[in-house]
């Protein structure tokens, strides 16, 4: 999962950056750059319209639906511009801009939404270096294309590769999502969710996030325009100037990667989230005092990169995790609301200060006034850091109440997190003095009253915030089959749950071995991927209901991927610990059908159980033939005594199994009441 992000990553950067630099040389090159703040503020115009589009539609639908979407209408607008840009440069100048404005945003923040569903808060710590590497890593690439093409490939055809790029990026995305659905919440009553903007002024921390980012903005604005006045003074238009904005963001993705691969990590780990968001305004700070006491190119372009730099690398991965606690019906509509529309209404606000400095203030003196507007928004967001620290801790605190963060089917998740979040009971009183319909659920499914209980499980949907507390009826005989039908309402959503509780060695063996029916019910990767991983548990009653229903899966699921040499590897294991001991044949049996001949598999097993002695030497020569060797001498130590003296060719054998099937004896009929 973690490489499956670091290369989307990489795939969606950079075609940002490239993208970037080729809007700004292109405009530049068409416009003279006192038109620079009128266009940004135009973007910023646009895209906070667009916003409010995308917030409604991820309060309804997951980002790994939308995400895809959004880079097929980013490739089809690239390819729109490559058309306009020979005739009408100024107007594919315009469009460029708004494009990126309204969509480049919306791709990187849809994907980091996505990337913190799929991660828990412990895993996201230990993973976001990586993956931001993985996206200074695109960063670099896009830089060192835009720049090897400048002089030598015109506007138009770049537009066109950075459609192609954008295609690549679509299938990165899909590839990362694989296996997923849609978790967003159902709805518990009828009214309607509430929109990103109402959440962000509503919810303190999404309020503070908001804040920190529009900061940013208005200073990212700031400063682009210290560097596009120096820039254009000293290099001109056309092919030089696209030359300089290729180098400068391919130079400071390469600092960012070496940043990311580096420091990024230690730092989260160390000082914290909080510290490490205030390194890019500390050195803001110290960049804009230094370029205003000498402002020239070489004090702009290190206050700009190294800008640029923290951002992409030790405060994206910072700011990211901040994420990580809030539920998905907070997250998604909110989210991009923050990363876009604040980032949009904050850049419209530093445009708004630079067209005030260009009236207001003397001929050449409006860049050292910009740099000191600058160092004031810096030091702003200095300040306000440190509250982050505490608010990350509250937003902690109040996911484990809840029951833990709902995570995408297939999330990667840190063991030690879901088992904690999996065994967490809390009673009513630590809900604190609210007293609310989930509360009550709680603490009715805690009662030990069957009849509360029951009014609980035979509700028609189960909130996803229950599922720690059901799992351990799972263990009561009179109460499993409530249970197990509660949950295979949500097993869905709650795959990663349901895994973690598998695996649980705290949970009671009997809750444990009735998980598999229920997993069982969700022909998806990821849960077969979570039965898989169980085979290794200690307890063989455990393996053999995750047998069972990897069994079934594979009946009602063609399309999930059974590793092969994970199956064999898991047969192998239990054929060298057959012994006498009753249903490991059939539990091995069952393993290899995931990756063989169902039907044939089961003759076979049925001959080697039988008392017709040549059948019984078929069906060994039939396994012979099949089964690679680190399963079949384990498997012939206990059945066979001896390999098979002579050996016929396989069709031979099957036909013959086949031929026989109504001499082999038929199993009886299952009483098993956990199956």
Not at 314 to 330: D, G
Not at 360 to 385: D, E, H, K, N
Not at 608 to 630: C, F, I, K, M, S
Request: hydrophobic share 50%; with cysteine.
């Amino acid at each position: 999962m973690r490489t499956a992000a670091v290369v989307a990553a990489a795939l969606l950067v950079g075609p940002q950056i490239a993208s970037k630099a080729t809007r700004d040389a292109l405009f530049l090159s068409s416009f003279d750059v006192s038109a620079l703040p009128y266009m940004t503020a135009g973007a910023a115009v646009a895209s906070l319209l667009a916003t409010l589009a995308f917030s409604r539609a991820l309060s309804r639908v997951a980002p790994a639906r939308l995400l895809p979407g959004v880079l097929a209408a980013s490739a089809l607008l690239f390819l729109l511009e490559a058309l306009l840009a020979p005739a009408e440069p100024r107007a594919a100048a315009v469009l460029l801009y708004l494009h990126y404005a309204t969509l480049g945003a919306v791709v990187l923040s849809s994907f980091w939404s996505l990337v913190t569903e799929r991660f828990d808060p412990h895993a996201a710590k230990l993973s976001m270096g990586a993956i931001g590497s993985g996206a200074s890593l695109g960063g670099v690439a896009g830089g060192l294309a835009a720049w090897a093409a400048a002089g030598r490939v015109s506007i138009p055809s770049l537009l066109l590769a950075l459609a192609a790029a954008s295609i690549l990026g679509l299938v990165s995305v899909v590839r990362l999502t694989r296996g997923s659905v849609d978790v967003t919440r159902e709805p518990e009553d009828d009214l309607p969710a509430p929109s990103g903007v109402r959440l962000v002024l509503e919810v303190p921390y999404l309020r503070n996030l908001a804040l920190l980012v529009l900061l940013g903005a208005s200073l990212d604005t700031l400063l682009d325009y210290v560097l596009g006045a120096s820039a254009s003074a000293a290099f001109g238009r056309g092919a030089p100037l696209l030359s300089f904005f290729a180098l400068f963001h391919a130079g400071t993705a390469l600092l960012a990667l070496l940043v990311q691969a580096t420091l990024t990590q230690r730092l989260l780990q160390g000082p914290g989230i909080a510290a490490t968001l205030g390194l890019q305004p500390a050195y803001a700070l110290a960049g804009a005092v230094a370029s205003f006491v000498s402002p020239r190119l070489g004090t702009e372009l290190a206050l700009r990169g190294g800008h640029s730099v923290l951002r992409n690398s030790a405060f994206r991965a910072a700011y990211e995790l901040l994420y990580t606690p809030l539920p998905p019906e907070q997250k998604r509509p909110a989210k991009v609301v923050v990363d876009v529309a604040c980032d949009r209404l904050g850049a419209l606000l530093g445009s708004g200060a630079v067209v005030a400095c260009l009236a207001l203030a003397a001929p050449g003196a409006a860049p050292r006034v910009v740099l000191g507007l600058a160092a004031i928004l810096a030091a702003l967001a200095l300040a306000l850091t440190p509250r982050f620290r505490t608010d990350y801790v509250t937003a902690l605190g109040d996911s484990l109440r809840s029951g833990g963060p709902t995570l995408e089917p297939g999330a990667t998740i840190e063991a030690g997190t879901l088992l904690t979040l999996a065994s967490l009971r809390f009673a009513p009183e630590s809900m604190g003095p609210r007293t609310d319909p989930l509360a009550a659920a709680i603490a009715a499914l805690g009662s030990g009253d069957a009849a509360q209980v029951h009014a609980v499980l035979d509700r028609s949907w189960l909130d996803p915030r229950l599922v720690p507390h059901v799992l351990p009826l799972l263990a009561d005989d009179a109460l499993a089959p409530g249970a197990i039908r509660c949950l295979r309402l949500v097993a869905a959503r709650e795959t990663a749950a349901l895994a973690a509780a598998l695996v649980d060695p705290l949970l009671d063996p009997a809750a444990r071995r009735r998980i598999p029916r229920v997993l069982k019910t969700v022909t998806t990767q990821d849960a077969a991927d979570a039965l898989l991983r169980a085979l290794a548990d200690a307890r063989f009653d455990i393996r053999y209901r995750c047998g069972q229903a990897l069994r079934h899966m594979r009946e009602e699921g063609p399309w999930i991927d059974f590793p092969a040499d994970r199956v064999h590897q898991a047969a192998a294991r239990e054929g060298a610990a057959l012994g006498s001991a009753e249903g490991r044949l059939d539990h091995v049996f069952n393993l290899l059908s995931l990756v063989g001949d169902p039907e044939e598999l089961d003759l076979a097993r049925r001959a080697l159980q039988g008392a017709d002695v040549h059948l019984r030497g078929t069906a060994l020569e039939y396994l012979d033939n099949v089964l690679p060797a680190p399963v079949r001498e384990p498997l012939f130590a206990h059945v066979a005594g001896a390999r098979p003296a002579v050996s016929r060719p396989a069709a031979e054998i099957r036909d013959e199994l086949l031929r026989s099937a109504q001499a082999l004896p038929r199993p009886a009929p299952s009483d098993d009441p956990d199956y």
